[in-house]
């Protein structure tokens, strides 16, 4: 099993930056690509950024490209969203994903953390 804890969520204003971090435990981090994933309300979860487990590439959502940057550190089992220049529309709950090398699904979550833009 595997436990995510994310972090470093809150409010900021519009154009400013926060980075999220998300502290896993339980089996071995180095095995597992990381995504982040956020939900407004109202809205369906949705994809903002992966990692593959050696941190070699990543892939961003459309809107995330140029403004975000996911890493990792494996050695501190912990992997990083840092977020710049945040809209109002960037608002939600940001989770991230673990998904275990060789398969298509995530299949260990965090609990969240709640960002909020304002303009």
């Known amino acids: 099993q595997v436990r995510l804890v994310e972090s470093g969520g809150g409010l900021v204003q519009a154009g400013g930056s926060l980075r999220l971090s998300c502290a896993a435990s339980?089996?071995?981090?180095?095995?597992?690509?990381m995504g982040w994933f956020r939900q407004a309300p109202g809205k369906e979860r949705e994809f903002v950024a992966s990692?593959?487990?050696?941190?070699?590439?990543?892939y961003y959502a459309d809107s995330a490209k140029g403004r975000f940057t996911i890493s990792r550190d494996n050695a501190k089992n912990t992997v990083y969203l840092q977020m710049n220049s945040l809209k109002p529309e960037d608002t939600a709950v940001y989770s991230c994903?673990?998904?275990?090398?060789?398969?298509?699904?995530?299949?260990?979550w965090g609990q969240g953390t709640q960002v909020t833009v304002s303009s």
């Open positions: 339980g089996r071995t981090f180095s095995s597992l690509h």
């Open positions: 994903g673990g998904r275990v090398r060789g398969t298509a699904t995530y299949d260990y």
């Open positions: 990692i593959s487990w050696n941190p070699i590439n990543t």
